[in-house]
């Protein structure tokens, strides 16, 4: 069996602000960690493999060449192999081109049973990749899975989370999942795999490792979105502003209570 | 294909570390006084429009252009579950009724289910002009798969303009797979929607995770596709019926899947903060879970619900339902009493629609103070006893009843 896990580098705080001056974004691109719904996808893929028998764990991960970084934390938490898809001509992508770049990376790569995605990133916040990169595939996907109930030779049932119910569901190989937050408790890197695996060697991929290499379909011109324009947001209310010792605030509440007719 | 081109007999050391400051990704390297730009790059094109003059270049793609009037048609998916219409299905439609009236686009509806001509009775009250329906026994429950199929086959047939999903479980996961099999853009979770007289649809939500809004277009591609939260905007009025009902042939439709539901399970049903009317929301603030005891009087004398922040779901000490914000829930109490929190630009947009926003925070530059109606500069560990004590006088006194 071969499981291979989508994971992505991102940002380490989340705080992004425009420079009132320069009208420039402010982002502070040194601390970057891997995204933390990813590790449930990692963890998730690990207890198939402890389920199972010659499990193969895949880490992926498209970004910059720092983002080798995500994927050796992977292999210290457990990942057999890693691969980074790396290329100039994929930047500026949105949802429907990262998806487009990843599907491709994984036809590459091959010979896989099941998809796993972390249910969204912290930085783009749209849970969408993991679907569109099952569309492409030509395969089936289940999002917001929160168990393993069980592996069968060719297929697997799981539990799904959504707003009001669960579903337990079952779904042939090959397929993709994404994983719930809080789904499982993910493991932390061990000292022992890291020691021995420093030097392991990751793949780096590219446009010419693709069965499509138009390079019209990838980075900003495969990309059906654009952001035409980025903005601060708006302050509308206007704002009463009170200071004051804790007992003059605490009372202070309490009178817009009473005026509000709460108290 | 469209990139930044470094035009490098521009390139001087003093403008590449400019060029390096100017961009948030951190995609210029320069080695060997010769600047490149690696894979980090987002094509802001900041450094275009703000760097040295003529260093970097947007190389556009020439592409064909596609008619933007062959596409007619604003249209909600409307999301059934157990025959029962999603209300974030019905606020959409006022939506589209808004956005479709600009360039006098017909309001459409697709519904898929089966044993559900009530909900298109419904749809019509709402003043849908056209409501689809595809009833069969294979759409009873929710399938990826099937449903995508059917999608598919409405875009096809009637090149609808725009699309609308809910930004429910259901419609986030269902939105991006017809988005793929269309080969279309989608924005997740929009915060405001709206037309421009050439049929474009501008989609604004927050980008980059954090405290920047950024508007998004669809140039070149249709459908035109949004994701919107529950309670980002109004349902419409009922109105007496003007449109119609058409049924759907699904007997061409692939019902094909590899996926089969063996158990459904409903949950307790647990207050949602997404309908109440009074809610304390409390942040980082707090330092530890028994500190929250702080917040018990005000929240029975105010019979309200509690949400929290992110972090605070991290730590576990709430159920994630109990999340305020985009990734959350969106909130529209009456009142809202926000303690401790700093006020990312996602638990803002899930809550800032609220009628009465009072907030306390100690840092008097707090984000959330901005969009406050009453912004209480102190520390919730001195503001909360004060109030707490002032509450206990009347529990414990004769205003009990009153």
Avoid at chain 1, 109 to 115: F, K, P, Q, T
Avoid at chain 1, 169 to 188: H, M, Q, S, Y
Avoid at chain 2, 300 to 324: M, S, Y
Wanted: proline share 5%.
């Amino acid at each position: 069996m071969k499981i291979i896990t989508c994971i992505k580098q991102v940002p380490g705080s989340t705080q992004v602000e425009i420079d009132p001056v320069t009208g420039n974004l402010v982002r502070d691109g040194k601390n970057a960690k891997m995204n933390p719904y990813d590790l449930f996808a990692l963890e998730a893929a690990f207890e198939i493999k402890e389920r199972t028998n010659h499990c193969e764990v895949h880490a992926l991960t498209m970004g910059p060449f720092s983002a080798t970084d995500v994927l050796r934390n992977a292999i210290y938490m457990g990942a057999d192999k890693g691969s980074l898809v790396t290329d100039r001509r994929f930047a500026g992508a949105d949802v429907l081109a990262t998806a487009y770049t990843l599907s491709q990376t994984i036809q590459k790569i091959g010979h896989y049973d099941i998809v796993i995605c972390g249910k969204q990133t912290t930085d783009g916040d749209t849970a969408q990749v993991g679907p569109e990169i099952a569309e492409f595939l030509g395969i089936p996907h289940v999002p917001y899975v929160k168990e393993i109930v069980e592996i069968k030779e060719h297929s697997i049932i799981v539990t799904s989370a959504y707003d009001f119910y669960d579903e337990k569901i079952e779904v042939a190989f090959p397929c993709l999942i994404t994983i719930e937050k809080d789904g499982n408790v993910p493991r932390l890197p061990s000292y022992r795999r890291k020691r021995k695996y420093q030097d392991l060697k990751l793949d780096i991929l590219s446009l010419k490792d693709f069965h499509d290499q138009d390079p019209g379909n990838y980075g900003l011109s495969g990309s059906p979105t654009q952001v035409e324009e980025i903005f601060p947001p708006q302050k509308t209310k206007d704002s009463i502003r009170i200071e004051g010792s804790g007992k003059e605030l605490g009372e202070a509440i309490y009178q817009i209570l009473k005026e509000n007719r709460y108290v | 294909m469209a990139y930044i081109k470094v035009n490098q007999d521009k390139i001087t050391k003093e403008v590449a570390e400019k060029l390096i400051k100017i961009c948030p990704f951190g995609a210029f390297d320069y080695e060997n006084d010769y600047l490149s730009i690696n894979a980090a790059c987002r094509i802001c094109k900041l450094c275009v429009n703000k760097g040295p003059v003529g260093a970097c270049e947007f190389i556009d793609d020439v592409r064909e252009k596609i008619d933007k009037t062959l596409f007619s048609g604003v249209t909600v998916f409307i999301e059934q579950h157990q025959n029962k219409a999603h209300p974030v299905s019905w606020e959409l439609v006022g939506k589209a009724k808004e956005l479709a009236a600009i360039n006098g686009e017909p309001v459409l509806a697709v519904i898929i289910g089966d044993d559900v001509e009530h909900i298109a009775q419904e749809a019509l009250t709402y003043g849908v002009d056209r409501v689809h329906v595809y009833q069969d026994e294979h759409y009873r429950d929710f399938n990826v798969e099937r449903y995508t199929n059917v999608l598919e086959h409405f875009f096809q047939t009637q090149q609808n303009n725009v699309f609308l999903y809910g930004g429910t479980p259901m419609g986030r996961s269902f939105a991006p797979k017809v988005a793929a099999r269309l080969k279309t853009g989608l924005t997740a979770d929009c915060t405001a929607l709206e037309m421009t007289d050439e049929r474009d649809l501008l989609q604004i939500r927050p980008a980059f995770g954090g405290n920047i809004m950024a508007k998004i277009h669809t140039p070149n591609t249709r459908p035109q596709m949004a994701t919107v939260r529950y309670k980002m905007f109004n349902k419409p009025e009922k109105q007496a019926p003007t449109g119609k009902i058409i049924w759907e042939d699904t007997s061409t439709l692939s019902k094909k899947t590899t996926i089969s539901i063996l158990d459904h399970y409903n949950k307790p049903k647990v207050t949602d903060i997404s309908d109440a009317e009074v809610i304390i929301a409390v942040g980082r603030a707090f330092k530890k879970e028994k500190d929250l005891e702080l917040i018990e009087p005000l929240r029975k004398k105010l019979n309200a619900e509690v949400g929290c922040t992110r972090p605070l779901i991290e730590n576990g000490w709430f159920d994630p339902k109990k999340q305020i914000g985009l990734s959350g829930r969106t909130v529209k109490p009456k009142l809202i009493i926000n303690l401790g929190i700093s006020g990312a630009v996602q638990f803002i947009e899930g809550m800032k629609d609220s009628e009465l926003i009072i907030s306390v925070n100690r840092d008097p530059n707090n984000k959330l103070f901005d969009i406050s109606h009453y912004a209480i500069v102190g520390d919730v560990y001195d503001v909360l006893p004060e109030l707490n004590r002032l509450i206990d006088q009347i529990i414990g006194g004769k205003n009990e009843v009153s």
